[in-house]
């Protein structure tokens, strides 16, 4: 029997999957750079060898247009790049980033991703806490990673090591925020609002035992209490008002009734947005942020100075930014340490991708937000004038592309690994599959 057809097997895969691209730190602070190297590797293989092996279960045609142009785009901006080397990297990693999404799309169930995806933040969040007892325990003290990372003189670190460089602070017993496997708070913080998404679902569609579900459901909060990130806080909100205004539509039984209904949502969502930017000051005190976001403000500054002088087509494509390479060697720095991406999704496309970038990623989130919304409010026809069920699961994709927007505006990842990987998941599976199949055992 082939392992596509084996159970276990296609779960361990997956998991293995979601795993390294939401937690790549855990495995580049453990095994190094060399060893995730070896890991996704093997990981991109195995989802080129899933894609040859069901050939006959996907077109590229197929494929939402927005995420094939985007795919072009990065790949063409090889030739005019500033550092066409560095742009070479990012475009191949980017390619089997999304070539892995497609795979996945193709090989599984709606109720499959699910069930892994909640296996991988298990695996993420549960080994987090774990890790911060064992720091806070028996360590005691802040901890770097075991294995030496590259661009770091770890001989000649200043007295004062940047809190950055820790794999942990020690701060579970603490007042400040727990970094956990991932070695970052705001990262971990994500998870968590995933965590809390998905685990919400299965306990609400009975797809996982309803006492196990609660556990990581609890498990979820505290993670997320303890991390505190001001922009995930705002991503939990959205998404609980996405939820609701989901369920009023649902309700809406008539074309006037959600006529009236989303015009509420819409006078709601406006008076919430005009209110946040009317009390701004006010509300980034609340999260315990500074006004200049901790800052972001001088980073996005340099970043808009710097794509002023190539506004149209970018600098080019690298996803996360390279080190080594100007303009990126001094573009940012923060407490001692080089920034690897612009903390804003939206200025790290118009960087290295222009205008015409910020077209496409916008139509690449926009078409994947009104699919999952239909996906989400509309029962699935399995046959004529056989509506299926509405369901939780049917909010998956549209609640993770919300969180993931949210982040977006002060964090790149939605650009890479687990982000863009997510994204290009849910925009592929809404377009190709708009079934959530039958729960998994």
Not at 93 to 106: K, R, Y
Request: hydrophobic share 60%.
């Amino acid at each position: 029997m082939r392992l596509i057809e084996n159970r276990r097997a296609r779960a361990v895969f997956l998991v293995v999957v979601l795993f390294t691209l939401l937690a790549g730190d855990a495995w580049r602070y453990t095994v190094g750079w060399a060893g995730w190297a070896v890991v996704v590797g093997l990981i991109a293989l195995a989802a080129v060898a899933l894609l040859v092996l069901q050939r006959d279960r996907w077109r590229v045609s197929s494929l939402p247009f927005p995420l094939l142009a985007f795919l072009a785009l990065a790949a063409l901006s090889i030739a005019w790049s500033f550092y066409p080397g560095a742009s070479a990297l990012g475009v191949v990693s980017t390619w089997l980033t999304v070539a892995g999404a497609v795979a996945v799309s193709v090989t599984y169930t709606w109720a499959e991703i699910l069930r892994g995806l909640g296996r991988a933040l298990q695996l993420i969040l549960g080994l987090s806490i774990l890790f911060e007892l064992f720091v806070a325990t028996i360590i005691r003290n802040p901890m770097l990673p075991p294995v030496a990372q590259p661009g770091i003189d770890y001989a000649n670190l200043p007295d004062k090591i940047p809190l950055m460089l820790y794999w942990s602070r020690n701060e579970l017993f603490g007042d400040g925020k727990i970094q956990g496997i991932v070695g970052n708070s705001a990262l971990l913080s994500f998870v968590a609002l995933l965590g809390l998404i998905v685990f919400a679902i299965q306990f609400f569609d009975r797809s996982y035992r309803k006492r196990w579900s609660v556990l990581w459901l609890a498990v979820a909060a505290l993670c997320f209490v303890l991390t505190r990130a001001a922009t995930n806080i705002i991503g939990l909100v959205a998404v609980v008002v996405v939820v609701a205004a989901v369920l009023l539509v649902r309700r809406a039984a008539t074309p006037r009734s959600r006529g009236i209904t989303y015009g509420v949502i819409i006078v709601v969502v406006l008076g919430g947005i005009a209110t946040a930017l009317l009390l701004s000051k006010q509300l980034l005190a609340l999260l315990g942020k500074s006004p200049d976001l901790t800052n972001r403000a001088e980073i996005w500054h340099n970043v808009i100075q710097l794509a002023q002088q190539r506004p149209v087509f970018g600098w080019g494509w690298v996803s996360y930014w390279v080190p080594w390479v100007a303009p990126f060697d001094h573009l940012a720095e923060n407490n001692g340490v080089r920034q690897l991406h612009a903390h804003d999704a939206w200025l790290d496309v118009w960087l290295q991708l222009g205008i015409l970038g910020l077209v496409v990623m916008g139509a690449l989130v926009l078409s994947t937000l009104a699919r999952s919304w239909a996906f989400a409010i509309d029962r699935p026809q399995f046959a004529p004038g056989r509506p299926g069920a509405l369901t939780s699961a049917t909010l998956l994709p549209l609640l993770v592309v919300v969180a993931q927007l949210v982040q977006s505006v002060a964090e790149s990842r939605m650009l890479v690994e687990g982000g863009i990987f997510l994204l290009a998941l849910m925009a592929i599976k809404t377009k190709t599959d708009h079934r959530p199949g039958p729960a998994v055992p």
